[in-house]
């Protein structure tokens, strides 16, 4: 087998220090003897892969292994071992952290979360509003009162795990003992058993039903919101509690607004006389009516500002503003006395028309054909 620390670890040689441990950990899980048992060039490699750990995880040891090799002058403790926290970090390898147990009994977890999707109304999202969402969710069982036990019976301690919920493990290795907790195989981690389960949700303590929940929906949310209710998902096995409900918000268009951030805008469609001559104008935003002014020779593009006529900032004081941008129409069926109108005031203003023959922009049109 390779003698090379960096092969034996498979890194190069300029590797980072976490590299080297990502590496060493890899290779440690690979080649452990629990893992491999019976396996004598298995035990032999991970010696060698601890031993060349213990090595590059210190900076100078690394040194000194890298300007004279395996074979040069020793530094550090003689008695060897896994020196520089060697120890911690193949404990860490094999139980994620390296801490002990406790023996007893974990905290009850909660029951999953949801997730649903809900669609409101442009008004709701601007102002906020009360919606109601239905969900399929797990509900505590009223036959059993969520015991998980048939009615008159009741829980008992497993025997297996004395109710801690977990069972130790003791296991030989080139380390000496190691001890490991697991959930009880028995029980489940719950540290009970049911002798006599109940009918209703056999034995879980839950049956599945569907929930229609009023929520708030506060002013300023958009597409994309997330709500997230504590306590309004599904509960947990026997009386555990419940893990939350988390609403998706989707906000339908409105026929006259769009928003962007928190302003709304409007397009406002003018005739081009009162873009013109000017006119004061009712427009109607989601607040109510309002009177709009608009000067003489307003022109195509021209945004007016209503300051806090937007949506209220969903995280502060506050409205965004309403932006109506003016769009001037051109008209195209023209009355006669409409048009003679416009040819006087084209005259007066000395500007070129085009002449009353209708077939005049056929016969240009088919001068470019």
Avoid: W
Avoid at 26 to 44: M, Q, S
């Amino acid at each position: 087998m390779s003698t090379d620390y960096y092969e034996l670890l498979g890194v190069e040689r300029g590797a980072s220090s976490d590299d080297i441990k990502r590496a060493y950990r890899v290779a440690a899980r690979r080649y452990h003897p629990d893992a491999n048992p019976g396996d004598a060039e298995a035990e032999a490699r991970f010696k060698e892969i601890a031993n060349a750990y213990e090595v590059l995880s210190d900076d100078a040891k690394r040194a000194n292994y890298d300007r004279f090799g395996a074979d040069g002058p020793q530094m550090g403790d003689p008695f060897g071992g896994f020196g520089g926290g060697g120890l911690g970090d193949i404990f860490d390898a094999f139980f994620g952290g390296g801490g002990q147990s406790t023996g007893r009994r974990p905290g009850r977890q909660a029951g999953p979360d949801l997730e649903v999707a809900v669609d409101i109304p442009f008004e709701s999202a601007v102002f906020g509003a009360q919606e109601e969402v239905s969900v399929r969710t797990a509900v505590a069982c009223e036959t059993c009162e969520a015991t998980g036990a048939a009615p008159g019976s009741h829980a008992e301690t497993c025997a297996q795990c004395s109710g801690t919920g977990q069972v130790r493990q003791v296991r030989q290795s080139i380390l000496g003992q190691m001890v490991t907790a697991a959930p009880c195989p028995v029980c489940r981690g719950a540290g009970e058993v049911i002798p006599e389960p109940c009918p209703t949700c056999n034995g879980e303590g839950r049956e599945v039903t569907d929930k229609t929940y009023t929520i708030d929906i506060p002013a300023g949310v958009d597409t994309g919101s997330t709500l997230r209710l504590s306590g309004f998902g599904a509960v947990a096995p026997r009386g555990g509690p419940a893990g939350d409900l988390y609403v998706q918000v989707r906000v339908m268009p409105h026929p006259r607004f769009t928003r962007e951030g928190d302003d709304l805008v409007h397009r406002l469609h003018l005739p081009f006389t009162q873009a013109a001559l000017g006119a004061a104008i009712s427009f109607e935003t989601l607040d109510g009516a309002e009177d709009l002014v608009v000067p003489r020779g307003t022109q195509a593009g021209k945004v007016f500002r209503l300051r806090g006529r937007g949506v209220p900032h969903v995280r502060g004081r506050g409205r965004g503003d309403l932006l109506v941008e003016v769009v001037v129409e051109t008209p195209v069926d023209l009355e006669p006395e409409v048009e003679e109108a416009l040819r006087q005031i084209a005259a007066v203003r000395g500007e070129e028309v085009a002449p009353p023959d209708k077939g005049f922009f056929s016969r240009i049109k088919s001068a470019f054909h």
